[in-house]
């Protein structure tokens, strides 16, 4: 079995200049990353294995692996605690007949046993689906049917936007925190794990099995289920080590939620695979709160995300004071464009660069990343990480040269990306239109170094606070309100979040436009789909812009609200 803290990973670029860049890409093979796992030794692949299990059984099960506080909780549990509650968990799954490739999906606030059921999904080769907390009726019933999951862990307040008379396919209902209920189906957590064995071998997997689901927003549709197999471990441990510079006695604090990729791949894989303790967070952001988390777990690595840096820096030097945070050794941020003037408050606040780095839900990990040992330029996500291949494209799939603006695109394949959309292969292969190239739908150039620069989106996705959403999925729920005759929706940029969404809205036909009936609509949409899904402005318009076969052009929207220009109007309607 491979020694799991090696002091240099091949591809680690230990100086700042090009040479040292340009040899580690050379000398770079996934094999010699692939070599540290012990399925590479013995054929026997299972993620919660590797993250967990195998850390016991090289005897650092005693050290710390999950610091769990919120307001109400202070729990610490180390490697041999989460080998327990995982093990008992899957034991639970196993006597329901759950295991190998069927979706468990997990519907529950950030809590100790979101990670141990998480986990003992798992150990029995199901694919785990973890949704976020804020999501309405619509939202989750999308999803659950979408995917056909046959268990749910959930707790008793959220159940109740589970409409699971509606879903033929979820035959387990498991509620955290509540007695069981024999007569709607209900089990209970807490009783069922009590009773179930501490041992279990797991399902043994290979590269190829499932190992996640987390949906995504595209421009048109509804969200997309992206689905992950094992072999994305490769480069959860990887990125972990190079970019999140993960070390043994690193205190490690992911803040996203594992409702979204960042907080899986980033808050779960890549530090139990490097063997790390993770810091997990429960309840909503505040300045003074995050602050004080970095302090008392004395918190060396910390990932978050440039709305959060935004809102810390809006928070100003009151809420700084009296805290300590000279334990921060590395600070890192996803999600959306970090700006250079938040990078340049990090240099002063945290005393070192906030390191910027680009990867999708779609791409599994990291791709084009600044990491320890490289000059970071304000403003750039970073260059490609050794293994990695990245490159601008113009729509026929040529290679266009430095400062020219196009498709930003990554060599296939690599270890973490997708294995397919769940249920839609169409929409998998439009990913990979342009043989042996992904195109990631954002736009970017790359400089004479090889920096890569990010310019915006393609299509018309939308990116709130770091969070994506489909225009899609937000008009069709607006036209569902009776009121509503036509919804156009776009994002328009905004100081803090990145992007807001707005809405235009055409009314039906007996309604009068007022501030009553935008405020009605909005929690509307918040109340079936999500807060973040819900329009922060409605304009109210006679008529949309459409195409003359019916489509919203979200175009003319986009260039009524910036006032430029609208561009080609051809197919407009009149
Ligand atoms: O547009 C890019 C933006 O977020 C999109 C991916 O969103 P999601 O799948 O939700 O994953 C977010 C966390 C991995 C990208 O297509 N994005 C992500 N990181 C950056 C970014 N935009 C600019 N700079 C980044 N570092």
């Known amino acids: 079995m491979g020694q799991v803290h090696s002091e240099i990973l091949p591809g680690r670029v230990q100086n700042a200049n090009m040479t040292d860049y340009t040899r580690a890409v050379s000398e770079f093979r996934w094999e010699d990353v692939e070599k540290e796992f012990s399925w590479f030794h013995t054929g026997k692949v299972n993620m919660a294995h590797e993250a967990i299990d195998r850390h016991v059984a090289e005897g650092r099960g005693a050290a710390t692996a999950l610091i769990y506080s919120d307001s109400a909780r202070e729990e610490r549990y180390t490697f041999a605690d989460l080998q327990e509650r995982s093990n008992r968990f899957g034991n639970v799954l196993r006597k329901y007949g759950i295991g190998k490739g069927d979706r468990v999906f997990i519907f529950m606030p950030r809590s100790p046993e979101l990670y141990f059921s998480l986990l003992g999904v798992l150990k029995v080769g199901a694919v785990v689906g973890p949704l976020f907390e804020a999501f309405m009726e619509t939202a989750v019933k999308d999803r659950l049917e979408d995917s056909g999951a046959v268990a749910l862990v959930t707790t008793p307040e959220l159940l109740k936007r589970v409409r699971h008379e509606e879903l033929p396919e979820l035959q387990h209902i498991i509620v955290v925190g509540a007695q069981a209920d024999p007569e709607h189906g209900i089990l209970s957590y807490e009783e069922e794990t009590a009773t179930a064995a501490a041992e279990l071998e797991p399902e043994w997997l290979t590269l190829e099995d499932g190992l996640i689901m987390h949906y995504t927003s595209g421009s048109t549709g509804k969200p997309k289920g992206v689905y992950h197999v094992q072999r994305a471990m490769i480069q959860h441990y990887y990125t972990g080590k190079i970019v999140l510079d993960l070390r043994p006695d690193d205190v490690y604090w992911c803040t996203a939620d594992p409702g979204w990729v960042t907080g899986t791949s980033y808050g779960i894989f890549a530090p139990w695979l490097n063997g790390v303790a993770n810091v997990v967070r429960g309840g909503r952001f505040s300045p003074q709160d995050w602050y004080k988390t970095i302090e008392r ?119 973490s990306m997708m294995g397919t959309i769940w249920n839609n292969k169409a929409k998998y292969d439009e990913y990979f239109r342009i043989p042996g190239w992904y195109i990631s739908g954002d736009s970017a150039y790359m400089d004479d170094e090889g920096y890569f620069w990010f310019q915006g989106r393609i299509d018309d996705v939308i990116n709130s606070s770091g969070e994506r959403i489909g225009p899609f999925e937000v008009e069709s729920k607006l036209i569902e309100h009776p009121a509503v005759a036509e919804a156009g929706v776009i994002g328009k940029p905004d100081v803090l979040r990145g992007e807001i969404i707005k809405a235009f809205i055409s009314l039906r036909e007996g309604y009068l436009p007022s501030i009553e009936l935008k405020d009605e609509i909005a929690a509307f949409v918040k109340a079936g789909l999500s807060a973040h899904a819900a329009p922060r402005e409605i304009e109210f318009k006679d008529k949309l812009p459409k195409t003359r076969s019916g489509k919203i052009m979200r175009r003319v929207l986009k260039a009524w609200e910036l006032h430029l220009p609208a561009g080609d109007l051809s197919t407009i309607e009149d």
């Not at 490289?374 to 266009?400: Q, T, W």
Request: with cysteine.
């Open 297 to 415: 777990f004395a918190v060396t690595v910390w990932y978050s995300a440039p709305t959060a840096f935004r809102m810390l820096m809006g928070a100003g030097l009151s809420s700084l004071q009296g805290i300590d945070l000279s334990s921060l050794r590395h600070v890192l941020s996803v999600g959306e464009p970090l700006n250079p003037e938040v990078v340049r408050w990090g240099d002063k606040i945290y005393n070192q660069r906030i390191h910027d780095t680009w990867w999708m839900t779609e791409t599994g990990a990291q791709l084009i990343c600044n990491y320890p040992g490289m000059d970071i330029k304000p403003g750039s996500m970073g260059r490609p990480l050794p293994g990695i291949e990245a490159a601008i494209l113009d729509d026929r799939g040529n290679v266009l040269p430095p400062y020219s603006m196009g498709n930003l695109a990554i060599r296939t394949p690599w270890p």
